[in-house]
């Protein structure tokens, strides 16, 4: 009864629950609570427990559609199971044990600081509290509805203020007409209420209108003696009731009485919700630091934002040309493969180049994205690869080699033998070299623009070779890298009318 004293407003929720069957008996074991796009919060309402504490334990489970990476904690995960111990009482929770799931399969389990936690209301815990703290019996039915009745008793027994009263003061009383006037009360005893004048109605919009406008002041006049009025004088109308503003003490008996009134804010003067922090945040594909934020995270990844020569694009409308051939130098090499965090990552040793335009840059490294980011004609490829060149002014070069859904790779499927298990794992496997022109397709015409890089800094003046011929990958190869990025690809950027060349 005390939480009731203090929060009338869960009344109306105990009688609507008191009327209501309890739903989660019936419900699926896992029930939605809130869903937005990338992420479902859902409610295992199967293992709902009531402890001997007077509190409730309760699983939750956070869905994400992509993989989220904790750098701290060197964690990769796609769900997190918690259980929670509520306090239906006092409307708080404390978190007791974390459980982290990587499509599906757990990758950690840790216990948690179970420190209680207040729920604000109309948030997300508040709807889980909501949900878990229903009654779930057909005896907490029956208990929430004495509940109910004893708060409605209590109500009903509860003094109730007299309400405010107003009078009108007739002309008869005195000479001068009061406004107000606080109700005869004994001195051991404060007032109970308020007189007030008594308002039309009709003009009770303007009460002022139809007042007649105050007379000039009238001369000073000598002291005349009193003269006894004739029998059949005229009759004086009464003078008008006259509307004052309450003075102090009477505006805190009314306070008294009928409660504070709350104020009501002006636009200028309400709270503006606060700005995301971005300090922490690290450049990712979803959530806040996803593409649209990536020039809010660092100063120096602004030109994410402002560039105006940002890829990928989508490649259409260049004119075509006789584009020289790409000159590849690529050898079998030993590989260095990492999982950096956004994507599968593979270093060769030295002695692989490219040349074009009279300019030979050196293979630096590359790279998988899914799907392509590139898109030729508003279609999109089920994965792409970037070879990443770099001269020695530092100028860099990018070939895209778009990949679809067919037969195996050899050469694919070697480096996904070696697939490191952890972020940031490195794999140098000994002895075992791969053939990166096996990696080209056979027709060697492509797309040629300057653009940027595709991750931040969002670096320009790249300049970007997209070879039309795709290569083929299995669907299982595709669905394995699918398992650690199912979405990797930066949205495609504005053309802002840049010449894009293409091979005829």
Same mark, same amino acid.
Request: charged share 25%.
């Given at each position: ?32 609570? $809130? ?14 427990? &009531? ?26 995960? *796609? ?27 757990? +990758? ?10 207040? %729920? ?9 509290l909501e949900a878990v703290c229903?009654?779930? @019996?057909?005896? !907490?039915?029956?208990?929430t509805a004495a509940r109910v009745? !004893? ?33 005869? $009360? ?54 008008? %009731? ?15 009485? #009928? ?8 636009? #200028? ?16 594909? @979803? ?55 956004? *994507?599968?990552?593979?270093?060769? /040793?030295?002695?692989? #180049? +490219? @040349? ?13 994205? &899914?799907?392509?980011?590139?898109? +030729?004609?508003?279609? $999109?490829?089920?994965?792409? +690869?970037?070879? %990443? ?16 859904? /067919? ?19 490195? %794999? ?16 060697? !015409? ?7 890089? @595709? *991750? ?38 504005? *053309? ?5 060349? /293409? #091979?005829?």
């Amino acid at each position: 009864m005390s939480i009731l004293k203090h929060r009338p407003s869960l009344w109306a929720a105990l009688l609507a629950l008191s009327c209501a069957a309890p739903a989660s008996v019936l419900a699926a074991p896992w029930q939605t609570i $809130a869903q937005e796009a990338g992420s479902r919060v859902e409610l295992d309402a199967g293992r709902i427990s &009531r402890l001997k504490n007077g509190k409730t334990a309760a699983w939750t489970r956070l869905t994400l559609d992509h993989p989220v990476l904790d750098f701290e904690n060197r964690l990769r995960y *796609t769900a997190v199971l918690a259980l929670n111990h509520y306090d239906c009482a006092q409307g708080s929770f404390a978190t007791q044990k974390r459980i982290y799931l990587l499509d599906g399969r757990e +990758i950690r389990a840790e216990a948690a600081a179970a420190r209680e936690q207040f %729920v604000v209301p109309d948030s997300l815990d508040a709807r889980l509290l909501e949900a878990v703290c229903r009654p779930r @019996t057909v005896g !907490e039915l029956h208990e929430t509805a004495a509940r109910v009745a !004893e708060l409605a008793r209590a109500l009903a027994e509860a003094p109730r203020p007299r309400p405010m009263r107003a009078e009108l003061v007739s002309a008869g009383e005195a000479a001068a007409p009061r406004a107000m006037k606080v109700a005869d $009360a004994a001195p051991s005893e404060k007032p109970r209420f308020i007189e007030l004048p008594v308002i039309d109605k009709s003009k009770a919009e303007d009460p002022y209108k139809n007042l007649p406008p105050p007379a000039p002041p009238a001369a000073a006049k000598p002291a005349a003696a009193p003269v006894a009025a004739p029998a059949a004088a005229a009759k004086v109308p009464p003078p008008p %009731v006259i509307i004052q503003e309450p003075s102090r003490q009477q505006r805190e008996l009314m306070l008294a009485t #009928s409660g504070p009134r709350k104020a009501v804010k002006k636009k #200028s003067e309400e709270s503006a919700p606060p700005a995301p922090d971005f300090s922490h945040v690290h450049w990712g594909y @979803t959530g806040l630091g996803g593409p649209e934020n990536w020039h809010k995270l660092r100063p120096d990844y602004a030109l994410c934002a402002t560039g105006k020569r940002q890829s990928p694009i989508d490649i259409r409308g260049g004119i075509k040309v006789d584009l020289e051939p790409i000159q590849f130098d690529y050898k079998p090499s030993q590989f260095r493969i990492v999982d950096n965090g956004h *994507t599968v990552q593979v270093e060769v /040793g030295e002695g692989n #180049s +490219i @040349t074009v335009m009279g300019r030979t840059y050196p293979l630096v490294q590359f790279h998988f994205h &899914r799907p392509s980011e590139e898109r +030729i004609n508003g279609k $999109a490829y089920d994965m792409v +690869i970037h070879f %990443v060149h770099k001269d020695y002014d530092n100028s860099l070069a990018v070939v895209a080699v778009l990949l679809e859904k /067919g037969a195996e790779h050899p050469v694919i499927q070697t480096l996904w033998n070696h697939m490191p298990l952890e972020v940031g794992m490195e %794999v140098a496997p000994p002895g075992v070299l791969i053939d990166l022109a096996r990696l080209l397709p056979e027709k060697r !015409e492509y797309f040629t623009y300057m653009g940027s890089l @595709t *991750t931040p800094p969002c670096t320009e003046n790249v300049l970007w070779m997209v070879f039309k011929q795709p290569v083929q990958v299995s669907p299982e190869q595709i669905a394995i890298f699918a398992r650690l990025y199912p979405y990797n690809a930066r949205p495609v950027q504005p *053309t802002n009318d840049r010449l894009i060349k /293409g #091979s005829r």
